[in-house]
């Protein structure tokens, strides 16, 4: 996984900078939600189209949509379905606009699509690694990275829901020891 960047821009690293570690937070985070939400929104689509889906003859439930506030109801599930839409791509752009890296000089977290923020840590300032997980964390495969830094003025940089944080910890501890 070292050396060229896959996400994160090579205008936010110095010259000879490498790339160990590039992740992004669990899919669990965002994405079963998201997938939740696609499945529900397919629910509304089959009820609006139950009609033209199923015209063989198959009976229809219920007779919403033949009633006289039909459009109503026709209305509300596709709301409902785009409402759903709209939550799974906010989860998805969620995901995908959080990426956390780490690099043979300092880790650092970008996080936003249309505004950004940039968190970093030169890894001659770190000075503890913390790791959080809970017993369902560790069945899934996730956990809490904290770096301290030896200043009491500077905040510590938190990767939430990172993918394997024992690895990292330890490809962390790797990359400071070589630089000492």
């Not at 840590?121 to 690694?129: R, W």
Request: net charge positive; glycine share 8%; charged share 20%.
């Amino acid at each position: 996984m070292s050396g060229k960047p896959k996400h994160i821009s090579s205008k936010l690293l110095a010259t000879n900078e490498k790339v160990l570690i590039e992740s992004r937070t669990s899919k669990i985070r965002h994405m079963t939600g998201g997938a939740f939400s696609l499945l529900l929104m397919v629910g509304c689509l089959i009820v609006y189209f139950w009609e033209n889906l199923f015209a063989s003859g198959l009976p229809v439930p219920f007779d919403l949509f033949g009633s006289p506030y039909g459009w109503l109801f026709s209305a509300a599930f596709l709301i409902l379905a785009g409402l759903f839409l709209l939550n799974f791509l906010i989860r998805y752009l969620r995901w995908i606009s959080t990426l956390y890296v780490m690099t043979d000089m300092r880790v650092m977290t970008k996080k936003g699509i249309l505004g950004r923020s940039f968190e970093d840590m030169p890894l001659d300032m770190i000075t503890n690694i913390d790791v959080s997980q809970s017993f369902i964390q560790r069945f899934l495969g996730y956990g809490t990275v904290i770096f301290s830094s030896q200043s009491g003025t500077r905040d510590d940089v938190v990767w939430k829901w990172m993918p394997d944080p024992i690895m990292v910890r330890r490809k962390v501890q790797e990359a400071m020891e070589s630089r000492r």
